[in-house]
């Protein structure tokens, strides 16, 4: 009876949250016939524009997860899902990060456009896009850096340290430097 009358008023509550979110993630699966987005939503409206515990963003995310420039990230609204999760870093202030429909990203991932110039450390290099593909696994404390293309279907081990492109796919890559551990 509670889910029923919730279901009802959701709707409500998405046009409320228009105020604050950008409409074209407030779909999608965890929004169409789930309670979970708009959960979601109301608990980074509560602690992102109220109490400030982070900056805003145009899509419901955790105070923990960071991003540089929401601009300069492409996803699914079906994958808000990895915006939930604590400690996640989307560095791209220098260049895009486009991450596949599908992919799950653990706790504490990092996704680097741009690293520090080596000469000047007060200077970043220039960006270089990241592109993640559908359906791929980015495991706990892996890190991802400048200019890396991860094919369709790739799993990054945990802990790992992806320095080159794996554009073909199909693979679980692991170690740092990260390479491939097996073909799936």
């Given at each position: 009876m509670m889910k029923t009358l919730l279901r009802r008023i959701a709707p409500?509550?998405?046009?409320?949250?228009?105020?604050?979110?950008?409409?074209?993630?407030?779909c999608g699966k965890y929004f169409v016939g789930s309670l979970v987005g708009c959960r979601w939503a109301l608990k980074a409206l509560w602690v992102r524009n109220v109490l400030r515990l982070a900056p805003p963003l145009p899509w419901p995310a955790t105070h923990s997860c960071h991003v540089s420039n929401p601009r300069n990230i492409i996803f699914h609204p079906d994958d808000l899902n990895n915006f939930q999760s604590p400690g996640t870093y989307f560095q791209n202030f220098k260049a895009v990060i486009t991450l596949g429909r599908g992919?799950?990203?653990?706790?504490?991932?990092?996704?680097?456009?741009?690293?520090?110039?080596?000469?000047?450390?007060?200077?970043?290099?220039?960006?270089?896009?990241?592109?993640?593909?559908?359906?791929?696994?980015?495991?706990?404390?892996?890190?991802?850096?400048?200019?890396?293309?991860?094919?369709?279907?790739?799993?990054?081990?945990?802990?790992?340290?992806?320095?080159?492109?794996?554009?073909?796919?199909?693979?679980?890559?692991?170690?740092?430097?990260?390479?491939?551990?097996?073909?799936?």
């Open positions: 409500v509550f998405i046009v409320l949250l228009r105020l604050f979110f950008d409409e074209r993630y407030l992919t799950y990203i653990g706790p504490n991932v990092g996704i680097i456009t741009a690293n520090h110039d080596i000469y000047d450390l007060a200077a970043h290099t220039n960006g270089q896009d990241v592109t993640v593909g559908e359906g791929c696994w980015l495991g706990m404390n892996s890190v991802i850096l400048p200019g890396v293309v991860l094919g369709a279907r790739t799993i990054v081990a945990a802990g790992a340290v992806v320095t080159q492109s794996f554009p073909e796919g199909g693979v679980v890559i692991g170690g740092v430097p990260a390479k491939v551990l097996k073909v799936i």
